[in-house]
């Protein structure tokens, strides 16, 4: 199978702090992985796509300078949420797309819980 | 714009069947998918169709229609375990994928 892990599961932080959020694909490599937030009763917000070794892609309305995407490597991204609100406060998923193989093969994030205090 | 759209919320009973239906009005199509999400957890992966007709996978069977813009997702023998959100997704021209707000299935017993 395979197999997407985030880190961490929960975190609570106070505002004005920055929070890191790394995603790993466990066993395989992933040349594209996404960034979701979801609100509660909300469907998925695509926030950028992040290419291995390349700058990401913001979707409109999402803060390219508050939410750093680095994707390191091809088993790695990273979502820093940098001064964070309350209103940042959000249910953060990301996914990865297995390299080399058809575009529904996107794999899915445990997803990372962010409350803003 | 681009549109999906399908029921806020569902109640069936434990051992019935239930369909969700989910229409679209994307900019090119490259495919739909049907996810289920359970409170608090990541999506998972149900179905894809590219094609007309009618996919069958256990006691989940998905069908597309690309001239409507349909589809629909079908539960057979609903258990109190299939409570969750479904979510509707089609993937674009540019190959991103475009999400309906979900449809929250509550079963009954």
């Known amino acids: 199978g395979a197999v997407v892990s985030q880190h961490p599961s929960r975190v609570i932080c106070k505002s004005g702090t920055s929070v890191k959020i790394e995603c790993r694909s466990l066993?395989?490599?992933?040349?594209?992985m996404f960034w979701y937030r979801q609100f509660p009763k909300q469907s998925l917000m695509l926030m950028a796509t992040?290419?291995?070794?390349?700058?990401?892609?913001?979707e409109q309305g999402v803060e390219k300078d508050k939410f750093l995407i680095n994707h390191a490597s091809l088993t790695l991204s990273t979502l820093t949420v940098t001064s964070a609100h309350p209103e940042d406060s959000s249910f953060y998923i990301c996914?990865?797309?297995?390299?080399?193989?058809?575009?529904?093969?996107?794999?899915f994030g445990p997803g990372t819980r962010l409350t803003v205090t | 714009g681009q549109n999906i759209d399908q029921p806020t919320e569902m109640t069936a009973t434990e051992g019935a069947i239930v369909q969700i239906n989910c229409t679209y009005q994307?900019?090119?199509?490259?495919?739909l998918f049907w996810y289920q999400q359970h409170a608090g957890e990541a999506p998972t992966f149900l179905s894809y169709?590219?094609l007309d007709g009618l996919e069958e996978k256990g006691r989940f069977s998905s069908f597309l229609s690309r001239s409507k813009g349909y589809s629909y997702l079908l539960l057979k023998e609903l258990q109190m375990k299939d409570s969750a959100s479904y979510l509707c997704?089609?993937?674009?021209?540019?190959?991103?994928?475009?999400w309906g707000a979900g449809t929250k299935l509550i079963i009954k017993p």
């Open positions: 996914s990865a797309r297995r390299t080399g193989n058809s575009f529904y093969e996107q794999y």
């Open positions: 066993d395989f490599q992933a040349t594209t």
């Open positions: 992040s290419n291995e070794g390349s700058k990401a892609t913001y």
């Open positions: 994307t900019s090119g199509f490259n495919g």
């Open positions: 169709n590219v």
């Open positions: 997704a089609v993937l674009d021209s540019n190959y991103q994928l475009i």
